[in-house]
């Protein structure tokens, strides 16, 4: 990232006159001296690329396919449908999911682990061979994971900064162009304001660090369903983590056309007994962005946190039933995967019957993000909620 000094000189001398005792006095005032008066101005090499990255992922009626559960997390996916969970079982699902025909219709880029970036299908071609021919872009989860805040109320923060900058390079040189980072804020642990400022920091640092090496990243500081607070004690945290983190954005020379942002829906807490009707939701999300985030950014892909199926759907359409700045749509994960998996139950020929389920969840929030969508016909167990109390990554 570069800064160019620009120099601005103020130079201008009046003469006044005045007149005393009945004499005429000339008075002369200089100005002061030329002042230097320097202006960061960024000059990155990838700027264009990033911007132009970042909008093709916010194109209409297009979200993102978030794959990028770690290994461990896969495993607990895997044996949820009584897989083992090795690398052929994850390379196998992982196949699935990126050979869906037409699945570029409704997605303009996945989330890959570290794992699959790198992984080839069992016919030979790279896993980012077959997202590039599907006309969607590769990313790259590239945090290393929540771990606890020394000195915080039982708080998180999230490592992966000592060497992002090569790995970044690398994942670039693999084929990636976007990058994701995750981190929390816990509601009923506070939050703490240096959870708060340590969650905004790192998701700055991050992404100016990907940003010099050509990866838009996508900033996610997830607000945890966990708790039995209202929505507006929601609306009152996320406000502040976000407030915080454009601060810091900004201090870091963060390109703001060339970012994602992959913000939680401001919603009750899981276990608080008054719920929220989509409109409800829509009406404080959007709220909360037009107060915090700058027109600037290209797309919101929201998260889906553990909501049902359904329920993330209705959400994002709702959203998109009035006019905003930006590109509002989805980055979900379970929201795409669970009947996918149920549906596959790892039996080879299933393939096709849980490809097929896939499309079905993604054109549904297609459709979302076009202001189209009707829960009408919707399967039972879609509707199923899959918030898990203190889940972990």
């Not at 162009?177 to 640092?205: D, M, Q, Y």
Request: with cysteine; charged share 20%; aromatic share 8%.
């Amino acid at each position: 990232m570069a800064a160019v000094g620009m120099t601005m000189s103020l130079r201008s001398s009046t003469t006044l006159k005045g007149e005393f005792c009945g004499a005429a006095v000339r008075q002369s005032v200089a100005a002061p001296k030329a002042a230097n008066v320097a202006f960061a101005v960024r000059a990155g090499q990838y700027d264009d690329e990033l911007v132009k990255t970042a909008n093709t992922i916010a194109t209409k009626g297009k979200g993102i396919l978030a794959m990028d559960e770690s290994n461990a997390t896969c495993g607990k996916r895997l044996e949820s449908i009584g897989l083992e969970n090795t690398e052929a079982n994850r390379q196998a699902y992982r196949q699935l999911l990126v050979t869906t025909p037409d699945l570029g219709d409704y997605i303009s880029g996945a989330i890959l682990f570290e794992e699959t970036l790198y992984q080839s299908t069992t016919d030979g071609r790279t896993m980012v061979d077959c997202l590039n021919a599907n006309g969607i872009l590769p990313g790259i989860k590239v945090d290393k994971g929540l771990v606890p805040l020394t000195g915080s109320n039982n708080e998180s923060w999230c490592q992966g900064l000592d060497g992002l900058a090569s790995r970044t390079a690398a994942y670039y040189k693999q084929g990636a162009r976007f990058a994701k980072w995750r981190t929390v804020v816990s509601i009923p642990n506070g939050p703490s304001e240096l959870a708060v400022t340590e969650a905004a920091w790192g998701l700055a640092r991050y992404a100016s660090i990907c940003q010099d090496n050509g990866l838009s990243p996508i900033v996610e500081p997830e607000i945890l369903l966990d708790g039995e607070h209202g929505i507006d004690r929601t609306l009152e945290v996320a406000s502040k983590v976000w407030s915080k983190v454009f601060y810091f954005l900004a201090e870091n020379n963060v390109l703001f056309e060339g970012i994602l942002l992959k913000p939680s829906m401001v919603t009750p807490g899981a276990e608080c007994k008054d719920r929220a009707t989509p409109e409800q939701v829509a009406e404080y999300t959007l709220n909360m962005l037009k107060r915090r985030v700058p027109p600037a950014v290209p797309g919101i892909m929201f998260l889906s946190g553990g909501q049902s199926e359904v329920e993330a759907t209705l959400n994002l359409n709702a959203m998109n039933q009035s006019p905003n700045p930006w590109h509002v749509s989805f980055s979900y994960a379970r929201a795409l995967q669970n009947s996918v998996l149920k549906t596959w139950k790892g039996q080879p020929e299933n393939v096709e019957a849980a490809q097929k389920a896939l499309l079905v969840r993604a054109k549904a929030n297609s459709l979302a993000q076009l202001g189209k969508y009707s829960a009408e016909g919707e399967a039972e167990e879609a509707k199923q909620g899959m918030f898990v109390k203190g889940y972990t990554y």
